[in-house]
């Protein structure tokens, strides 16, 4: 893919550009990221905003002393998440669907799955999911803890094709543009190494909680994803006016393999199978021929145990393995089910998370 020519971002934007010097929600860096979002919708392309903020939003509100507690904190996210959101929506004139996760929900196959469906219908519904940490409720242990990383696993789990994160620094630079009059942007980086690591220094906003290396990790999980990564200065509107006609002042981390070979590698390799289904004669020319999805109806038999969001074998009538895919239901569920029109699923199990048992892409044909 050319870097420009992408389907489906996720746009990452810091408390820096949400609440800038510290104070309140502001919509001053906004209105830019807001027109280019719509822009990019307009051509048909879909995005999935991170956000940031919900702390800076909420801490002029709950009394704290220097250093806030972890609970203070926590409040303060409660009540400045709304206004975060409220922030937002004032721009666009189509829905926004918040979305808050922890390390755990996606860390969890079975959330995994529903978080990923959710986004897909957002998305299919032209809503914008706008994502962030659930920080009133993830204490240390179970957080991602930045929404630099945040935006990369999104990214993962909404198959996006490029991870843009919006900071308030041009890019990656040899030294720190801030103490080193001579540093020198680095626009395009073809491999993250350890030296590209040691160019990162830690965050110097009081608010934010990553810095240029959790912007780096995050490039570095996308771009193994096959997930180009930018990094943009948000405080910059000629930087969206520029990207819509195809050019990039900022970062650009290039992507290790395509997002198809990436997704085939780490459903094939990282995601260990857990059982079988076996479909009949018309689901296989389905599944291998028409890129469908796969249905109960055409399921013959289940074999092993596993769970929703886990990953399963799916073998022709004769035994042949056709490819590997991440399963909608379990394995007990599909006992129930095999065999029915998708309709019928509600009336047997008393509910019907999916039309599809196995959605084409969550795929891989072998
Ligand atoms: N989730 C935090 C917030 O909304 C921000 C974390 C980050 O910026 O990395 O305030």
């Not at 800076?56 to 806030?68: C, M, N």
């Not at 990656?172 to 040691?198: G, S």
């Amino acid at each position: 893919m050319n870097l420009f020519g992408w389907q489906r971002a996720v746009i990452k934007v810091g408390s820096a550009l949400i609440a800038p010097e510290g104070g309140p929600c502001s919509g001053q860096y906004l209105l830019s990221i807001a027109r280019y979002i719509n822009e990019c919708r307009r051509l048909n392309r879909e995005v999935v905003l991170v956000s940031s903020g919900s702390v800076a939003a909420g801490r002029s509100l709950i009394a704290h002393g220097e250093i806030p507690s972890i609970a203070e904190k926590q409040a303060m996210a409660a009540v400045g998440q709304t206004k975060m959101m409220a922030n937002w929506s004032r721009f666009f004139d189509f829905p926004c669907a918040q979305i808050l996760l922890t390390h755990e929900d996606l860390a969890d196959r079975r959330r995994y799955v529903n978080i990923k469906n959710t986004i897909r219908e957002l998305l299919n519904n032209g809503i914008l999911p706008i994502v962030n940490e659930n920080d009133s409720v993830a204490t240390q242990e179970l957080k991602v803890g930045d929404n630099d990383n945040l935006a990369a696993l999104v990214a993962q789990v909404s198959d996006a094709d490029l991870l843009m994160i919006c900071s308030d620094i041009d890019g990656l630079y040899t030294a720190d543009p801030r103490t080193h009059a001579d540093a020198e942007l680095i626009p395009h980086i073809k491999k993250i190494t350890p030296q590209i690591y040691a160019l990162a220094g830690g965050t110097t906003n009081k608010i934010a909680t990553g810095g240029m290396r959790t912007k780096i990790e995050a490039a570095e999980k996308a771009t193994l994803n096959g997930i180009h990564t930018l990094i943009v200065n948000g405080r910059n509107g000629q930087v969206f006016d520029r990207l819509l006609q195809n050019e990039l002042l900022g970062s650009w981390f290039e992507r290790q393999a395509s997002p198809k070979k990436a997704r085939k590698y780490w459903l094939q390799h990282t995601l260990k199978s857990h059982g079988e289904i076996q479909v009949d004669l018309g689901a296989q020319a389905a599944l291998s021929k028409k890129g469908a999805s796969l249905l109960s109806i055409g399921i013959q038999a289940v074999r092993g145990k596993f769970n929703k969001g886990d990953a399963v074998l799916v073998c022709a009538p004769d035994g042949t393995p056709l490819g590997k895919g991440i399963s909608q239901y379990s394995a007990l569920e599909l006992a129930k089910i095999k065999g029915i029109q998708s309709r019928q699923i509600a009336d047997i199990l008393g509910y019907c998370p999916s039309d599809v048992v196995i959605h084409r892409d969550d795929l891989v044909l072998i």
